[in-house]
């Protein structure tokens, strides 16, 4: 698993039946493997292919990610407060990147 620098929001604890927007980012270049570097040959592609949130195990948001997504993806989506829990955030890539970061979801 890869070392990734990643920024994650969920807002304080939130009322039962509540929507709330959870926000990550992930610091990565997604190089498209379309650009040439000084000696003018392409550099390999490497890019984020897949995000998934789980809340205690139960996929809740996927993406899949394609070259056209600028570096350092962002993902922005909803959640309906109807328990506390524990979010899994996973991001996998091209050459076995893997990432994982697990956060408390906290119910007032």
């Not at 897949?50 to 990610?65: I, K, S, T």
């Not at 989506?77 to 979801?105: I, K, N």
Request: with cysteine; aromatic share 8%; glycine share 6%.
């Amino acid at each position: 698993m890869a070392t990734a620098r990643t920024l994650i929001h969920i807002p304080a604890p939130a009322a039962r039946g509540t929507v709330i927007e959870i926000r990550a980012s992930l610091a990565h270049p997604m190089e498209t493997g379309h650009r040439p570097d000084a000696e003018g040959r392409l550099l390999p592609r490497s890019i984020v292919t897949r995000f998934e949130c789980h809340l205690n195990g139960a996929l809740v948001f996927a993406a899949d990610l394609y070259p056209a997504i600028a570096a350092n993806p962002y993902m922005a989506f909803t959640l309906r407060v109807e328990r506390e829990g524990e979010l899994q955030f996973s991001w996998q890539g091209d050459h076995g990147f893997a990432h994982r970061e697990t956060r408390r979801l906290v119910m007032a």
